[in-house]
């Protein structure tokens, strides 16, 4: 089994604002902007809402409710207004980043996602926004475990539940876009969970958590002691071959994480303490 970091939802390079920790703990990761989706903000729901006045609010105009968004993973059934009883949770991949995917990654491996956050607060004027004092973090928000995994090209076969996901309205042009179809049960070693093989977390925990807490960039994550790779010569966490970005405490291993990749790979039989890890950030 291998474990995959996926960073996902708006970012500087995409959007230029953080998903927000509202005031009483509620997570909500917010999808880049994306052109030719056929989803807009506005479509999106969370808590019966509609989150198209959120990203007005926190990007300050800059992205419109009618701007399309890259629902990409989907992970919460009420996101849409309809869902074909086959629906299930659905990531896609392309381009370099799905080449890097494909050296990995199977059936039966496990997406974790995270992404940059920032706690907010509502004004005297009830708008959302950033406190000055709101400090960047990179926290985990959602889990796929991988049932299937099918390329996007005229002769694969997509379910028709698949055909709304922004990486099938791209259409096949797109250099390797495939998609990662999730399982319906969540399988960490012997354990099976019926029904969680994907789902996001509602609230802000410390166990999802990966920025150190005395660092100054969300980028610097602190990590179990068992992550550092050098000791014991293991193979680490793909994108990270530099002695120079790992650290290792009595405690701790800090990871000065790379900005290239949107992927990071951990093989757990390398790492075996990685599935005990990962249903401790899932499993409540």
Same mark, same amino acid.
């Given at each position: 089994?291998?474990? @995959?970091?996926?960073? #996902?939802?708006?970012?500087?390079?995409?959007?230029?604002?953080?998903?927000?920790?509202?005031?009483?703990?509620?997570?909500?990761?917010?999808?880049?902007?994306?052109?030719?989706?056929?989803?807009?903000?506005?479509?999106?729901?969370? #808590?019966?809402?509609?989150?198209?006045?959120?990203?007005?609010?926190?990007?300050?105009?800059?992205?419109?409710? #009618?701007?399309?968004?890259?629902?990409?993973?989907?992970?919460?059934?009420?996101?849409?207004?309809?869902?074909?009883?086959?629906?299930?949770?659905?990531?896609?991949?392309?381009?370099?980043?799905?080449?890097? !995917?494909?050296?990995?990654?199977?059936?039966?491996?496990?997406?974790?996602?995270?992404?940059?956050?920032?706690?907010?607060?509502?004004?005297?004027?009830?708008?959302? @926004?950033?406190?000055?004092?709101?400090?960047?973090?990179?926290?985990?928000?959602?889990? !796929?475990?991988?049932?299937? @995994?099918?390329?996007?090209?005229?002769?694969?076969?997509?379910?028709?539940?698949?055909?709304?996901?922004?990486?099938?309205?791209?259409?096949?042009?797109?250099?390797?876009?495939?998609?990662?179809?999730?399982?319906?049960?969540?399988?960490?070693?012997?354990?099976?969970?019926?029904?969680?093989?994907?789902? =996001?977390?509602?609230?802000?925990?410390?166990?999802?958590?990966?920025?150190?807490?005395?660092?100054?960039?969300?980028?610097?994550?602190?990590? /179990?002691?068992?992550?550092? /790779?050098?000791?014991?010569?293991?193979?680490?966490?793909?994108?990270?071959?530099?002695?120079?970005?790992?650290? !290792? !405490?009595?405690?701790? =291993?800090?990871?000065?994480?790379?900005?290239?990749?949107?992927?990071?790979?951990?093989?757990?039989?390398?790492? /075996?303490?990685?599935?005990?890890?990962?249903?401790?950030?899932? @499993?409540?």
């Amino acid at each position: 089994m291998r474990i @995959i970091l996926s960073r #996902k939802g708006l970012d500087s390079s995409f959007g230029n604002t953080a998903s927000p920790i509202f005031p009483n703990g509620e997570l909500l990761s917010l999808p880049i902007p994306d052109e030719h989706s056929p989803i807009r903000y506005e479509d999106i729901a969370w #808590k019966g809402n509609s989150i198209g006045c959120i990203i007005e609010e926190l990007s300050r105009g800059r992205i419109s409710r #009618k701007h399309g968004a890259h629902l990409d993973p989907d992970l919460r059934i009420e996101s849409q207004s309809t869902r074909d009883p086959d629906w299930r949770g659905i990531f896609g991949q392309s381009g370099s980043a799905q080449g890097h !995917l494909s050296k990995y990654v199977a059936p039966g491996d496990l997406f974790l996602f995270f992404g940059w956050f920032k706690q907010v607060a509502v004004n005297t004027q009830g708008v959302h @926004i950033y406190p000055r004092d709101s400090r960047d973090l990179h926290l985990f928000f959602g889990w !796929l475990q991988i049932e299937q @995994i099918l390329e996007v090209i005229p002769t694969g076969t997509i379910p028709e539940w698949a055909a709304y996901h922004p990486h099938c309205a791209r259409g096949f042009s797109t250099q390797n876009n495939t998609l990662y179809i999730a399982s319906r049960d969540l399988v960490l070693g012997n354990t099976t969970y019926p029904g969680r093989g994907f789902g =996001t977390f509602d609230r802000s925990e410390q166990r999802h958590c990966l920025t150190c807490p005395d660092q100054p960039k969300r980028s610097i994550w602190k990590l /179990p002691p068992w992550f550092y /790779p050098f000791t014991e010569s293991r193979t680490p966490l793909t994108y990270h071959g530099d002695t120079e970005r790992w650290e !290792l !405490l009595e405690d701790s =291993t800090l990871l000065r994480t790379a900005g290239r990749g949107q992927e990071f790979v951990l093989d757990a039989s390398v790492y /075996p303490e990685a599935v005990g890890w990962a249903k401790s950030i899932i @499993i409540s």
